[in-house]
Every structure is written in C-alpha cells, then in structure tokens.
C-alpha cells in the first residue's frame, strides 16, 4: 500500500516533468507571481493550519526553538513573497547558450543546459523551505517532490495547496510540486530508491537526517548544511580583528550551519586567550577547552574528544590549543565536514597554505564564516549549502538545479574506426 | 584484519593528496610521460605478468571476448603510452581561474577549481583503464585507489608498480597511486563507505557492477557506461541514411555502451523494414521484433519483454514498431538508459520535439549513436560516459575529475544582520 503511494507521486512528477521543463521563462515567473499573491490571499488559512501544527507541537514537547523555525506570522509570510518576487526576477539558469561545436562530416554538438526533471527534497519543520524549494525548483525548470518535517504537514499542506492552484491557473500541471503528506518513514526510504522517477534527492537539515539520506538513498544526493566550522588564530594574527570575528561567527547566529563551533588558537597566545574566554563568556557563550586552554582561562570547562566532532548550533564553543599551522590543518582535516574554515593571520605565507590546503567549501582568511550563504556571495537565493564536492560546493542557487545534455544534429554520419 | 587493510589504503591516499594537488603542472605531465618511458621499459615484465592472469582466466572458463579485453601486448602497451603523452598535452584543468568577486568591505571572493581529492576507480578486468585512469586522475590533482577485475591482479600489480616507480622519480608520494590488491567482494563495499577518505567513486564496467557500486556507496558516485540506447525511424525518414546509420550503431563496435540496442519503427515503415531486417541478419545480426514486427520480417525473431530492457553489447538488436513519435518518445523514457538515443527524420518539428524531450546524455538527430565518445567530442581523453545527471554527463575527460572552492580573503569582516 504505501509503496503505491510513493510510486503514484513519483509517476505522477515525471509525467509533469516534461511540462515544467518546456514552459518558457516568462510562464514560470507568471507561477511564482502568482504564488506570491495567492500566499498573500491565503495567509489566514496558512497560519490557522500553522496554528493547528504549532499546538500540537508544544502539545507534543516540541523544543522552544523548533517551534520558532515552525511558527508563521503574516511577516514571514510577506517574507516568502519577497523571495518568490526575487528568484522570479533571476536569469533563467536554462537560458544559457553555447556555440555549436563542430564533429565529424557535418555533425553539430551542442551543449545545452536543461533541468534535472524531477528533484525531491528531504527536510525537517521549516515551513519557509516548502517555498523557497518549489521557487528555485519550478524557476529552473524541475518537477518536485517535497518531504517536509510531518511536525509541519498541516502548514505545508497549506502553503503546497497555494502552489498547486498558481500551476493550475497558468496552465502547468499542479504534480509538478507534490507533497509527501504521509509520514511514515518507510515512505523516505522508498522516495530514495525511485531512480526511475527521481533525478536528484537534497536533505537540508541536521546531521541525522543527512546521514539517514546519505545510507540509504540510490538516487543521487547533494548533501548540505553540516558545518563543524573552525576559526584558527595564527601567531601573527591581528587579535583585534580576531576577537571581532570569533565574536560574530559564534554569537550573530549559533543556530546556522555557517556559525563557527571549535577555535583553534596558536599556544604562544594562551594569555590573550583568557581575555577572549572572558568576553565570550560574557556573551553567553560556554566556552570547553584542552587542558592547555583551561589552565590559561578559567571560565573554560573541560572538552572531551566528542567536542571536536559536535555541530552545536547554540552559544557554545569548544577551544583548542596548536603548536603551529600544521597541527591546526591536521585538525580540520580530521574533525571539520568541509563547510567553512578561517585562518586569522596578517602573515601572507599562512594566509595562502591555508587556503590552499584546507578541503572545504569556503575557505577564509581574516573575516567570519557567516558569509557562506546564497545571498552574500550573490546567487540571488539559496537552497542549501553543499558539503560535498560533486555538481555544486558552497552555497547553491538556481545553477546548482540545471544540468546538461548533448544535441547532436547530423545528415546520415556514421563513425569509421 | 580486512578493514585495517583497505582503512590503510584511504589513510595512505588522503596523505597523499595535498601532495599531488599542490604539484605543478610541469611536474604532473613529467610523471605521465616519465611513466610512458617505464611501460616500454618494462613490456617484458608486464605481458609476463599479463600472460599469467591469461593462462589463469583460460583455465577458470573466461569467454573469449573478455580474455580479449584482459590481454596486453606490445601495441596495446604502446598505445597507453601514446594516451599518457596526450594527456600530458592537454590544459591542466585546474589552471582556469576566475576573477575575484568583492562581497562586504573589502571581503574578495573567488571562486578556484581544484582537485576531488582522493577518487576511486571500480572496474573489470581492463588493464588499460588502471593507465588511463591514472593518467586523468593525475593529471586532474587526485590521489587514486584502483580496484580492477581480480582476474587482471598481476597485470594491474605490473602496472601500478610502474606509475608508482614514476611518482617516486619525480618526487611523489607512490601512495598517490594504490591498487587494491586484495580480492575480496566485501573491501570494495569497505571502499564504497570510506567516506572520510575517499571524495569520489567511478564504476566502469557492467550493469551488474554499476548495480552494486550504486546500491552500496556512501561516497558520491558518477555512473557510467550502462547503455541501452535506440534509434526511432520516423515515417519522415531518409531511409538510406536510416540503413547506414543502424548498420553502424549496430556493428561497428557492438560490445561497446554507445552501441544501439533497440530500434523504434514507425508502423507506416513495416514494409521497408522487412529488407532492413534482411540486411541486418546477412550482417550476422540476430534481430528480436515484436508481433508486427515478425509478421513483416521473416528472419526476426519474437522479442519478449525482457529484451526492451537488456544491453547487449553483442550482434543482437531488439526491433518495435510504434504508432507515432510521442509513442516512440515513451518507449525510451521507459527503457533508456539515459545514454544516446537518435532520430531518424526529416522533419524539423519531429527532430526538434525529439531533441528537447529526449532525457539523455546525447540527443541525436540522423547521425549514428556509436559518436558519444570523449576523444570524437573533443575532450582529448575520457574516463568513462556518464549516465546521471550530477556533475558530469556523458563523456567525462579532465573537466569531471575537478571541483571547486571559495577563497575568500577579508581584512576583519563580519556579518551583520
């Protein structure tokens, strides 16, 4: 039974997949406009079914922050408008063009970009991922298939409901975004295994659900979001700006995938060390170190090896002290998830080893990890943050949801040996 | 004691790897041709090896056309040679750069293509592959663990030993090249969940291969070289270049992924198809229709269901007749591979329509599928033909064996809100 639900979904995104990919860019803005109204016209019966989740979430014990990432309010909603106005007025990623290349007798080769077809995308209770997901899929010409959190299936029934009438009103199929609104889990494992239909699978959220996709899926996966980032003060670094930006990585906003969670800091400056501890924790921020660290602060508590393996994504920080740059590299080679990674140095030779040799997405000298995001590095949007190294690193926008294909035109070529 | 092996093995290579990403371009091409100057030396040694794995395979039954897949001889050791000198001339992939882009401040990002890091290659009994891997794998800035058919062990440890003999002359780590010199089916399900190691994994070989590497790797894969590929024959056919071009697809290279496995006719055709069929079997092809099919062609043979869905790689080709494009368009979607699939028209809408819905690496219109080829598409070389979506598709040179990072260079930036 449940395995027909899944095939009926997948089915049915591959039979709309075609119609997405071949409606021209104006149709697909004409969608997300319309969406936009449309949410606007709908925001009482989105946030009574948010509402409907919300109570059930705290009924359920839900944690404070969670329910934040859950709850709607007619500002977020105008929010989800604003970015469906924004990803409307980007270049069409399918609009590129590359000059014929030409092959044997009068075989013409071209490059072409196209959409993927269909992209299913695996995430946890935030209802803003619903939207920002169907924008940069429909713009770049896929069908979707979305699973969110079921905390949220009430609130994205809702938000989905919207989208399926804009399709239907600018004459697209309205399977071209579905809904999972069964939760069982069963169900995720089978969305992994539909190779036939499902191009492309993204999880964004924590660390458990991207390593559940990453085991179990056979479609191919773009994995995002995990961010054990680290911030190395180098011997000659300018401690000014070191303390600026070890105080925005951590503090501006720990919850993300960008913040900065362990500081690795060169041993000679152990006692400008105490005064950072000091300020840290002033801020709210607990501070766990080696032995080194916690004999030089004494605000710092004990790190265990666990420590340097944790996303904490809250006001904490774990503390490590390095004889040199090697020993740090080492580190982040061995604990970091290839996220975002920052020296602080005015010394030109570290600053280039450093960004040389550190494997990660994003690799800094001398300013916060937090710039690791769409928007800043001006992809117009984001829909995630890839951690691995095949199709898209870093942040991704609408060019990470195209792909390629070869036309060949001939007139009878055939191949000699 | 297995997993300490191939854990040795991922450890050795991620060691390995800064130093093949940080060598110059010079110095990766003096390995590659340093290398070429070694297989010649030792072309003794290696078809003494080569005759071994030989005398073994004939003893344990292998067929006749994999034996031949398995033996080296003087020319074939030549013709590696001659495929590392090319290789050695083409642009280092990892030289493109891109201009700099200014974010907050002074904050300059830019974006640098760099090497995977650590790839694993997963093949059959080819020992040509364990060479041109190396070279691409090289050449691109990787550290590489080969897994070749155990059948081709002592040929492969003949080679290995030469690209390692070559990596220590220049000053490289051998460990950037290691063999996986032990047999076992359950180290490569080991390999396939390094991922603390291991960036990226290639399967080159048969579906059966791909099937598992799919189905077992934790670690990224691109796919390759699974190829059912068709030919639809319009009723606006030129049907002399439709006899030419079959002809070709069909028996030039019949073992190959680019070969053609399926011919769609329009049912109009059924009466020229009967002298095509007639030709195809002089040619020594075995052709498999369906019902109107075998009414029209004496010679063929009933298909059944299951032949839709077999790759060949042999004289035989599975023939159905459809009533119109659309029919011949669901036909392909159902039972492609994602691989090269033709037209054979001369109608322009038809031929448009069937280059735009047509989800495949390579779309053709009246020209021969056996063309999707790295070297016929300009690429200098190639590791193998990509059937996903994800990074790479279709053949795959240098290009497909990088990534890319952000170096961002700041004087002290931080976020703000």
């Known amino acids: 039974m449940s395995e027909r639900y899944m095939e009926q979904l997948g089915r049915q995104a591959a039979a709309a997949k075609t119609?997405?990919?071949?409606?021209?860019?104006?149709?697909?803005?004409?969608?997300?406009?319309?969406?936009?109204?449309?949410?606007?016209?709908?925001?009482a019966s989105i946030l009574a079914a948010n509402a409907a989740d919300l109570q059930a979430a705290a009924t359920n014990g839900m944690a404070v922050a969670m329910q934040d990432r859950l709850r709607l309010t007619e500002e977020r909603i105008r929010a989800m408008g604003a970015g469906l106005l924004q990803v409307s007025r980007l270049p069409d990623p399918t609009a590129t063009t590359f000059?014929?290349?030409?092959?044997?007798?009068?075989?013409?080769?071209?490059?072409?970009?196209?959409?993927?077809?269909?992209?299913a995308m695996i995430y946890e209770a935030r209802p803003n991922v619903t939207i920002d997901a169907t924008a940069l899929g429909l713009k770049a010409g896929n069908a979707m298939i979305l699973r969110g959190g079921s905390e949220a299936l009430a609130t994205?029934?809702?938000?989905?409901?919207?989208?399926?009438?804009?399709?239907?009103?600018e004459g697209l199929p309205e399977t071209a975004v579905q809904l999972v609104e069964r939760t069982e889990r069963s169900l995720v494992g089978e969305l992994l295994r539909m190779r036939r239909y499902v191009d492309l699978v993204i999880p964004r959220g924590g660390a458990?659900?991207?390593?559940?996709?990453?085991?179990?899926?056979?479609?191919?996966?773009?994995?995002?979001?995990?961010?054990i980032c680290h911030i190395y003060v180098d011997a000659a670094?300018?401690?000014?700006?070191?303390?600026?930006?070890i105080m925005n990585a951590k503090t501006q906003r720990p919850s993300v995938c960008n913040a900065v969670e362990t500081l690795l800091v060169q041993e000679s400056l152990l006692p400008w060390l105490a005064t950072e501890v000091a300020e840290l924790t002033a801020?709210?921020?607990?501070?766990?170190?080696?032995?080194?660290?916690c004999a030089a602060a004494p605000q710092a508590v004990p790190a265990t090896e666990e420590d340097w393996r944790t996303e904490y994504n809250d006001l904490i920080l774990s503390v490590r002290s390095v004889p040199d740059l090697a020993a740090a590299l080492r580190h982040i080679e061995t604990y970091g998830t290839?996220?975002?990674?920052?020296?602080?140095?005015?010394?030109?030779?570290?600053?280039?080893?450093?960004?040389?040799?550190?494997?990660?997405?994003?690799?800094?000298?001398?300013?916060?990890?937090?710039?690791?995001?769409?928007?800043?590095?001006?992809?117009?949007?984001e829909i995630g943050i890839s951690t691995q190294k095949l199709h898209?690193?870093?942040?991704?926008?609408?060019e990470a949801l195209v792909t390629y294909k070869y036309c060949l035109r001939g007139n009878g070529e055939v191949r000699g040996e």
């Open 19 to 43: 119609a997405v990919a071949n409606a021209d860019t104006a149709k697909k803005n004409r969608v997300l406009t319309r969406l936009k109204e449309i949410l606007e016209a709908e925001t």
């Open 99 to 119: 000059p014929p290349v030409q092959l044997a007798g009068s075989l013409q080769c071209e490059r072409k970009i196209v959409p993927f077809g269909v992209i």
């Open 156 to 169: 994205n029934r809702a938000l989905v409901a919207c989208v399926q009438r804009a399709l239907r009103e």
């Open 208 to 227: 458990g659900l991207i390593r559940f996709v990453v085991e179990n899926s056979t479609v191919p996966v773009i994995e995002t979001g995990s961010g």
């Open 237 to 245: 670094a300018d401690l000014q700006k070191a303390a600026a930006i």
């Open 283 to 293: 801020a709210g921020v607990e501070v766990r170190g080696d032995a080194q660290v």
């Open 338 to 381: 290839r996220h975002s990674e920052c020296i602080i140095t005015e010394d030109p030779a570290a600053q280039e080893r450093f960004l040389r040799d550190v494997d990660a997405a994003a690799v800094y000298v001398n300013a916060s990890t937090r710039f690791t995001d769409g928007f800043e590095f001006g992809l117009g949007a």
């Open 392 to 398: 898209a690193r870093g942040p991704m926008g609408l």
